[in-house]
C-alpha cells in the first residue's frame, strides 16, 4: 500500500484514478477546492494549486505525486498560465520540498506544437517545469480522453444523434478512454521508468480519421452520421458563436480551433508505453456506447 498525492482528484479524469487507487488498495490524499463528502480511504484536502500549505499538507509522507489538474480551456493567456505554468510549478515546488519519491505529469499531445494554441504552448512549458526539476518523473500526453463523465465531447455525440456531425479539417486523431487513462498512470507511480514521456492511445495502429471517428460515434448513439469536415475560417466563426452563446462553458474557443485544425493527434508509436507495462483495455466502439449511454442516463443527449 502506498500513499498517493493526487491534483485534480475531483475532476474526470482524477476522479476515475481515486477509484482505481482505492481499489488497488492505496492511500489517497486529494486537492479539493470545495468540501467533498468523505470517502474512505481518501483525505481531501482543501486548498488549490496557488496555496503553498495545502501543497504542502497534500504532499507530506506521499510516495508519489500524481499531477493531473491542468486547464483546458480559458480565455486569454493569464489563464493558461496560471492554470498550466505557475500551478506546475507550484505543484513541482511542494515536491521537490516534501522529497516526493515519485511525481507523474499529465501533460497532453497538444504540447508537441506549441506554437498552434496559448493552450498547446502552456502544457509544453509545463513539460519544461517538470524536467527541469529534481525530481523522479515520468509524463504522460493523452490524446483526446472520452468515456463515462465526460463533457468535453458531448457536442459529436448529440450532433451525431441528430445524424450529422461538423468536423476539422481533414486530420487524424488518437483516443483513449478514460479507465485506461488512468490506469496508466497508476501503473507510472507505482513503478517504471523514469524520465520517459508517455503516448498512450486505445491501439488503433494510425489513429482515427475525423469522419471515421464521427460513424463510430453514430454507431455508439445508433445513428447513421454525415461527416461534414468545415474550413478553418468557419470554424473560427463558430467558435465566436459558441462563445457569444456558452461564454466561459463554450467547449469550441478560439485558441481549440488551432489546435483541432493541426492534420495529425496520433500517439507516436515510438512513444507509446511497454506492454509489460500498460496496455489499454477498453476497445474503442465498446467504450464510446458505454459513454454515449452514460449521457443517456444523465439526460444529456
Given at each position: 500500500?502506498?500513499?498517493?498525492?493526487?491534483?485534480?482528484?475531483?475532476?474526470?479524469?482524477?476522479?476515475?484514478?481515486?477509484?482505481?487507487?482505492?481499489?488497488?488498495?492505496h492511500e489517497v490524499r486529494a486537492l479539493t477546492r470545495r468540501p467533498?463528502?468523505?470517502?474512505?480511504?481518501?483525505?481531501?484536502?482543501?486548498?488549490?494549486?496557488?496555496?503553498?500549505?495545502?501543497?504542502?499538507?497534500?504532499m507530506t509522507g506521499a510516495d508519489a505525486v500524481i499531477h493531473v489538474?491542468?486547464?483546458?480551456?480559458?480565455?486569454?493567456?493569464?489563464?493558461?498560465?496560471?492554470?498550466?505554468?505557475?500551478?506546475?510549478?507550484?505543484?513541482?515546488?511542494?515536491?521537490?520540498?516534501?522529497?516526493?519519491?515519485?511525481?507523474?505529469?499529465?501533460?497532453?499531445?497538444?504540447?508537441?506544437?506549441?506554437?498552434?494554441?496559448?493552450?498547446?504552448?502552456?502544457?509544453?512549458?509545463?513539460?519544461?517545469?517538470?524536467?527541469?526539476?529534481?525530481?523522479?518523473?515520468?509524463?504522460?500526453?493523452?490524446?483526446?480522453?472520452?468515456?463515462?463523465?465526460?463533457?468535453?465531447?458531448?457536442?459529436?455525440?448529440?450532433?451525431?444523434?441528430?445524424?450529422?456531425?461538423?468536423?476539422?479539417?481533414?486530420?487524424?486523431?488518437?483516443?483513449?478512454?478514460?479507465?485506461?487513462?488512468?490506469?496508466?498512470?497508476?501503473?507510472?507511480?507505482?513503478?517504471?521508468?523514469?524520465?520517459?514521456?508517455?503516448?498512450?492511445?486505445?491501439?488503433?495502429?494510425?489513429?482515427?480519421?475525423?469522419?471515421?471517428?464521427?460513424?463510430?460515434?453514430?454507431?455508439?448513439?445508433?445513428?447513421?452520421?454525415?461527416?461534414?469536415?468545415?474550413?478553418?475560417?468557419?470554424?473560427?466563426?463558430?467558435?465566436?458563436?459558441?462563445?457569444?452563446?456558452?461564454?466561459?462553458?463554450?467547449?469550441?474557443?478560439?485558441?481549440?480551433?488551432?489546435?483541432?485544425?493541426?492534420?495529425?493527434?496520433?500517439?507516436?508509436?515510438?512513444?507509446?508505453?511497454?506492454?509489460?507495462?500498460?496496455?489499454?483495455?477498453?476497445?474503442?466502439?465498446?467504450?464510446?456506447?458505454?459513454?454515449?449511454?452514460?449521457?443517456?442516463?444523465?439526460?444529456?443527449?
Amino acid at each position: 500500500m502506498s500513499v498517493l498525492a493526487i491534483t485534480g482528484g475531483t475532476g474526470f479524469v482524477g476522479s476515475r484514478l481515486i477509484d482505481l487507487a482505492l481499489a488497488a488498495g492505496h492511500e489517497v490524499r486529494a486537492l479539493t477546492r470545495r468540501p467533498q463528502p468523505a470517502r474512505a480511504g481518501v483525505v481531501w484536502i482543501e486548498g488549490a494549486l496557488d496555496t503553498p500549505e495545502a501543497l504542502g499538507r497534500l504532499m507530506t509522507g506521499a510516495d508519489a505525486v500524481i499531477h493531473v489538474a491542468g486547464v483546458v480551456s480559458a480565455p486569454d493567456r493569464a489563464g493558461f498560465v496560471a492554470g498550466n505554468i505557475t500551478g506546475t510549478q507550484a505543484v513541482v515546488d511542494a515536491a521537490e520540498r516534501a522529497s516526493a519519491r515519485r511525481f507523474i505529469h499529465v501533460s497532453s499531445l497538444a504540447a508537441r506544437e506549441p506554437d498552434l494554441s496559448l493552450y498547446g504552448w502552456s502544457k509544453d512549458e509545463a513539460e519544461q517545469v517538470v524536467t527541469k526539476s529534481s525530481l523522479n518523473w515520468a509524463m504522460v500526453r493523452p490524446p483526446a480522453i472520452y468515456g463515462p463523465g465526460d463533457m468535453e465531447m458531448r457536442d459529436l455525440f448529440r450532433m451525431a444523434r441528430m445524424g450529422i456531425a461538423l468536423l476539422p479539417p481533414a486530420g487524424r486523431v488518437s483516443l483513449i478512454e478514460v479507465g485506461d487513462v488512468a490506469a496508466l498512470l497508476l501503473a507510472l507511480a507505482e513503478a517504471g521508468p523514469s524520465h520517459e514521456i508517455y503516448e498512450p492511445d486505445d491501439g488503433q495502429p494510425d489513429g482515427w480519421s475525423y469522419a471515421e471517428l464521427a460513424r463510430a460515434v453514430g454507431v455508439a448513439v445508433g445513428h447513421k452520421v454525415l461527416p461534414v469536415a468545415l474550413p478553418k475560417a468557419i470554424l473560427s466563426l463558430a467558435a465566436h458563436i459558441d462563445q457569444m452563446f456558452r461564454g466561459k462553458g463554450a467547449k469550441l474557443t478560439a485558441d481549440r480551433v488551432g489546435y483541432l485544425c493541426h492534420p495529425d493527434w496520433t500517439a507516436s508509436p515510438t512513444k507509446r508505453p511497454d506492454p509489460a507495462m500498460w496496455v489499454p483495455q477498453v476497445p474503442t466502439p465498446q467504450g464510446l456506447a458505454e459513454t454515449a449511454a452514460w449521457y443517456r442516463a444523465n439526460g444529456l443527449l
